[in-house]
């Protein structure tokens, strides 16, 4: 007998019939002779109509309010999923985070777990129940309702099945699987079949939305197997495991992310002391700075540029400008109209082309690269934001990913 942590995203209990659905899902793992604890996240929209709402009537917004709040779909959801089961004939009891054991710091909107104790969760699986949580929540040591962020749910799933020594987490949503690239943008990318969890990684921190970076590290952490599945088909997905399979693919994936920008601070001094002052003062303001390029210098001077997310750019250019004299820079320059496209792959480590097939696929599509940066497992191009589409599609060609692992060129 297995068991399974499985967790439904919004739009897979986003109305009664999906819930109904839901169940009867439950219904069959069950029949197949499979424990069962779920995850829900909240009805469809809910969590963003709910942020509207405390939009309307506060400015302030306090942060114990905001998790009571917030939390309030998960909570929803877990008891009408608790229902329908009870109508299939399968008895169950849904479970706020608190009462599944989740004890968090006291960081409201983004509480992170301290411990994980579900003692309730377990003696109502021996109890032959199936237990429904609520996802992203738990108690803080203040004793109040926590919310763990957006996307906080595929963390609660993660942390149970580790917590429960479950035998994997599979996290159901609107898409059948991770796919070697993002399917609206290529109608041919593939769902992988398996994936590593340091390349989901780097394609979750290179704009690979789901699932949720802080999800894959803590299963990456405690070694729990990740299924990556969908909600409206039951046909297998992706599955994220430590080790790499037989047939091992050169590249894996390609991403790309919109959601940076570039400051290009020129001119400054050539001497021990500027980085550090200049990455020192961006980190006091709190501003996540990714990607950097320092110049050759020339004349004892040079340029420093960097990424950063678009909605900290005046924050960043505000703590840039007030220590331009000590850094003898002359200009300070932001560019909104950015992207990044990475290649992801466990193979290219060992693969000494595939930077080279990566640039001249590049310039065989007239795509000019700003700054470039790299991973054991990843290369990173800055784009025009306007040519990433173009980029995607043509790295995707270049490197056979439409194709089976087996059947790609080498490159
Ligand atoms: N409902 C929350 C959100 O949309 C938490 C989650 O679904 O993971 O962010
Ligand atoms: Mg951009």
Known sequence: MALYVQKFGGTSVGDPDRIREVADHVARCRKRGDEVVLVVSAMGKETDELLRLAEQVSTSKPGREMDMLITGGERKA?????????????????????QAGFKTDTTHRNAKILDVNPYRIREALDAGKVPVVGGSQGVSSDNDVTFFGRGGSDTTAVALAHALGADACELYTDVPGVFTTDPRLVPDARKMDHISFDELLE?????????????????????????????????????????????????????????????????????????????????????????????????????????????????????????????????????????????????????????????????????????????????????????????????????????????????
């Open 203 to 411: 394609m979750t921190a290179t704009g690979c939305p789901k699932p949720a970076m802080r999800s894959v590290e803590l299963a990456r952490s405690h070694g729990v197997t990740l299924h990556v599945r969908s909600a409206f088909s039951w046909v297998p997905g992706t599955w994220v495991t430590e080790e790499a399979p037989m047939e091992r693919a050169i590249i894996s994936a390609i991403t790309h992310d919109t959601s940076e920008a570039k400051m290009t601070v020129s001119g400054v001094s050539d001497r021990p002391g500027v980085a550090a002052l200049l990455f020192r003062r961006l980190a006091d303001a709190e501003v996540n700075v990714d990607m950097i390029v320092q110049n050759v210098s020339a004349e004892g001077r040079t340029d420093i540029s960097f990424t950063l997310p678009h909605e900290q750019v005046a924050v960043a250019a505000s703590a840039v400008t007030s220590i331009t004299d000590e850094l003898g820079a002359d200009a300070v320059i932001t560019d909104d109209d950015i992207a990044r496209v990475s290649l992801i792959g466990a193979g290219m480590q060992t693969n000494p082309g595939v930077a080279a097939t990566m640039f001249e696929t590049m310039s065989a599509h007239g795509i000019n690269i700003e700054m470039i940066s790299t991973s054991a497992i990843r290369i990173s191009c800055v784009v025009r934001e306007a040519q990433a589409e173009d980029a995607v599609a043509a790295l995707h060609a270049a490197y056979e990913l439409d194709k089976a692992p087996e059947d790609r060129i080498d490159v």
């Open 78 to 98: 877990c008891a009408l999923v608790s229902m329908a089961l009870h109508d299939r004939g399968i008895e169950s009891a849904s479970f706020t985070g608190s």
